[in-house]
């Protein structure tokens, strides 16, 4: 029987997950309100505070989600984490690209509520600073000619901003990964300062 409850609590907290993303997607997340999601999900308000404190508290766990799913295409075959090889850089804008087209929604809420909350806005950094200073890495390993750490930074911006309004996709993301290939110095880029 509690297998059971606890499989029925899973299912509910998946539901209001993919509720919360739906409504964030037609009216915004700093819009959306607890009864919005609830409604969505068909359950009742009360079902919600069984899983999640706050909304905030359910961004986070979106969040968590999109860190566990980039830590599987991480470990996908094709992945190379030497950025001297263009096809690695590209493999990264590919799939960062894919990523932020699949989730603009609840990457986009997480943009607005670090714009109205310092505290979820520092939560939210040290929950993706891994997977940037892993980014960092990877592009170190081309001996960059800036600091590593700040490119991964570059690199996840201009992706994200590319990916929401470019609709030709293979040209877009070829054209970038030239740029962040050759931006980073592991390129055919002469003269580059050191």
Same mark, same amino acid.
């Given at each position: 029987m509690a297998g059971v409850r606890k499989q029925q609590a899973a299912q509910t907290e998946a539901e209001l997950k993919a509720a919360a993303v739906r409504v964030f997607e037609r009216i915004g997340y700093l819009n959306a309100k607890i009864t919005d999601?609830? @409604?969505e999900a068909g359950r009742a308000t009360g079902s919600f505070y069984k899983h999640f404190a706050s909304k905030e508290? /359910? /961004?986070? @766990?979106?969040?968590?989600? /999109?860190l566990a799913e980039g830590d599987e295409s991480a470990a996908a075959e094709g992945h190379s984490d030497d950025f001297r090889d263009r096809a690695a850089v590209r493999y990264h804008v590919a799939a960062?690209?894919?990523f932020y087209r699949r989730h603009r929604a609840v990457v986009e809420a997480l943009r607005q509520a670090a714009i109205v909350d310092?505290?979820?806005a520092e939560r939210s950094r040290q929950m993706m600073e891994p997977d940037l200073a892993h980014l960092a890495e990877h592009i170190a390993k081309a001996d960059p000619a800036g600091d590593p750490y700040v490119l991964a930074s570059i690199f996840a911006t201009l992706v994200s901003g590319l990916a929401e309004p470019w609709a030709a996709d293979d040209d877009a993301v070829e054209t970038l990964t030239t740029f962040i290939h050759n931006g980073i110095g592991a390129g055919p880029v002469q003269d580059r300062p050191r």
């Open positions: 999601i609830t @409604a508290q /359910l /961004l986070e @766990a979106l969040l968590v989600d /999109l960062y690209w894919d310092e505290g979820f």
